[in-house]
């Protein structure tokens, strides 16, 4: 019997060390889009399945007993590529999300990616957290100019896109003195909830908005928002 994570967040990681630490068989995933890979306390493999039908297949091959789904609560595809292929072989699967950012006075919630750039104000300068592959949509607003901020440098982009390329986490303070020193008049994030709010912190001490993108849905099933309850329902699903 062995356990899938599907990794890609520090979430991942913790869940496998615990996994780990009591003895259940673990293997993780990464889908292998950052080059800079952090350790994983167990067997790693990398690189998509090959969709839902994939995936079925090489749980069917590596006698998976229970899935974890433990990607980016922004990750779009491979929650339901996982629960499709649980089903499909009747294998548990549970997805383990952590809770989202309550909203903030100064927040403008908006769905989407597009409605996130359809939003901003002509000639204002916005600071993008959003990700370094998300940038298309924000491409059309040569009224706007942007700054984006990735951990790996993002590639071509259009010359209204400015880029800074940094790695977490970023204290309170640094916040503020990157977003004073940079004339941002707005920051875009994810609702990607979590410890890294430095950034939310600063916007409201300078009084920015912020453009907030909302989570994209989630398939059926069960769920948990912290590692603990990610644990205990792998010990009672493999039955130990
Ligand atoms: P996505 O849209 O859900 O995934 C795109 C494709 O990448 C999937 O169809 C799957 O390929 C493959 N994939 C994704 N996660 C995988 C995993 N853990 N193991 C093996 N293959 C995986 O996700 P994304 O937004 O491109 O993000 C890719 C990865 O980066 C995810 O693992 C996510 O946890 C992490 N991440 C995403 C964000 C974000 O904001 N989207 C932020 C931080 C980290 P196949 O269909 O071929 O199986």
Known sequence: MSILVLGGTAEARALCAELSQRGLPTIASLAGVTTLRTRYPVPLRVGGFGGAEGLATWLRCQKVTAVI??????AAKMPWHAASAAKQIGTPRLRLLRTAWPPRQGWIIVPDLVAAADTLPVG????????????A???????????????????????????VVARPPFTVDAEVETLTRLEITHLVSKNSGGKEQAK?????????PVVMISRPPQP???????????????VKTVDI
């Open 69 to 74: 789904d433990a990607t980016h609560p922004f």
């Open 124 to 135: 204002a300068h916005a600071f993008l957290s959003t990700g370094r592959t998300e940038v």
């Open 137 to 163: 949509a924000f491409a059309a607003r040569g009224d706007v100019r942007f700054t984006l901020r990735s951990i790996e440098p993002p590639g071509d982009l259009p010359p209204h896109i400015a880029s």
């Open 200 to 208: 939310l912190e600063a916007a409201a001490r300078l009084g920015l």
């Open 220 to 234: 059926d099933g069960p769920s948990a928002a912290k590692v603990a309850d990610a644990v205990a329902w792998a």
